[in-house]
C-alpha cells in the first residue's frame, strides 16, 4: 500500500514536544528523558498510536515509546496525542525511525518490554527477513531488550502468526511463554488487553486476534 505523503508531517514532528529528535544520541538516557526510574515500553510500528496512548493512560507507572518509520503515519499519533484525552501524558515518547536500526537507539538492557501490533506480513517469502518477527529481527531485539524482558506480538494474519511461533521456537534465545489463536475468547490472555484501531476492525468482522508472548531468556548465547 503507498501511503500518501503529508507535506507538513516532518515539520510537525521536528516542533513536536513529545517526538524526539536525534534519537541516536539519547542512546543510554532514555529513563533521563522521562525523568524518572521507570520501566520502559517499546512498540515498534505504532501506526496511529491510538494503542500505545491508551496504554500510557492506563499505565502511569510506565514510560513508551512509540517507533514509526513513516512520517505521515506519525503525524497522525501526535495529532491524537494533541487531543484532550491524552495531551497531559507524561510517561509517551514518539521516534520516527527504521526498527533496524534500534540497537543504535537503545542500550542492551534499556528496554523492558516490546509490542508488536498487526505488523506488516511481508508476504512473499523473499521478503521473509523484513518481517518484524523474523529471526533477523528477534536477533536485534535481544540487543536492547533486557533478559527477562517480553515480547508480545497480536495479529489476525494466520500465516504471519505460525511463521512467527516457528521462528521463536528456533530463536535458541527465546522461550515461548503463551500463545492463542482466538485471543478475545481466551479469558486468560485477553486480561488488561488494550485493543488496537485494526484489532477493533478485524474483529469486528469476526476475524480472529493471533497473539503470542515470549521471554528473553537470562543466559543469552
Same mark, same amino acid.
Given at each position: 500500500? $503507498?501511503?500518501?505523503?503529508?507535506p $507538513?508531517?516532518?515539520g510537525?514532528?521536528? *516542533?513536536?514536544?513529545v517526538a524526539i529528535?536525534?534519537e541516536?544520541?539519547q542512546r543510554?538516557?532514555?529513563?533521563? !528523558?522521562?525523568?524518572n *526510574?521507570? *520501566?520502559?515500553?517499546i =512498540? ?6 491510538r494503542f500505545i496512548?491508551?496504554?500510557a493512560?492506563a499505565?502511569p507507572?510506565?514510560n513508551y515509546?512509540? !517507533?514509526? +518509520? ?10 491524537l %496525542? @494533541?487531543?484532550?484525552e491524552y495531551q497531559?501524558?507524561?510517561? !509517551? +515518547? ?11 537507539v537503545f542500550?542492551?538492557g534499556?528496554v523492558? $518490554?516490546? %509490542?508488536l501490533?498487526f505488523?506488516d506480513?511481508?508476504?512473499k517469502? +523473499? #521478503?521473509a527477513?523484513r518481517?518484524?518477527t523474523?529471526?533477523?529481527?528477534l536477533?536485534r ?7 527477562g524482558?517480553?515480547? /508480545?506480538?497480536?495479529? @489476525? ?8 511461533? /516457528?521462528? !521463536?521456537a528456533?530463536?535458541?534465545n527465546?522461550e515461548m511463554v503463551s ?5 478475545h #475468547?481466551? *479469558? ?6 488494550i485493543m488496537? =484501531? %485494526? /484489532? ?6 469476526g ?7 515470549a521471554?528473553?531468556?537470562? =543466559?543469552i548465547?
Open positions: 500500500m $503507498r501511503l500518501r505523503n503529508i $507538513r508531517a516532518e510537525t514532528i521536528e *516542533e513536536h514536544e529528535k536525534n541516536k544520541q543510554g538516557k532514555w529513563q533521563q !528523558i522521562f525523568g *526510574e521507570q *520501566e520502559i515500553h =512498540e515498534i510500528g505504532m501506526g496511529k498510536g496512548l491508551n496504554m493512560k499505565h507507572e510506565i515509546i512509540g !517507533i514509526e +518509520r513513516y512520517s505521515s503515519v506519525l503525524l497522525r499519533a501526535l495529532e %496525542y @494533541d487531543l484532550e497531559n501524558l507524561k510517561n !509517551i +515518547r514518539f521516534i520516527c525511525m527504521d526498527a533496524r536500526e534500534i540497537a543504535d542500550l542492551p534499556e523492558d $518490554r516490546i %509490542y501490533n505488523s506480513p511481508w508476504p517469502a +523473499r #521478503h527477513k518481517r518484524l523474523s529471526l533477523e529481527f536477533a531485539y535481544e540487543k536492547v531488550l533486557k533478559p524482558g517480553y515480547l /508480545e506480538f497480536k495479529t @489476525d494474519n494466520k500465516a504471519l502468526f505460525e511463521f512467527s511461533l /516457528e521462528e !521463536i528456533q530463536a535458541k527465546w500463545q492463542t489463536f482466538d485471543l #475468547h481466551d *479469558e486468560a490472555m485477553c486480561q488488561g488487553n488496537t =484501531e %485494526y /484489532e477493533q476492525k478485524f474483529s469486528a468482522k476475524n480472529p486476534i493471533h497473539k503470542v508472548i521471554v528473553l531468556k537470562n =543466559e548465547k
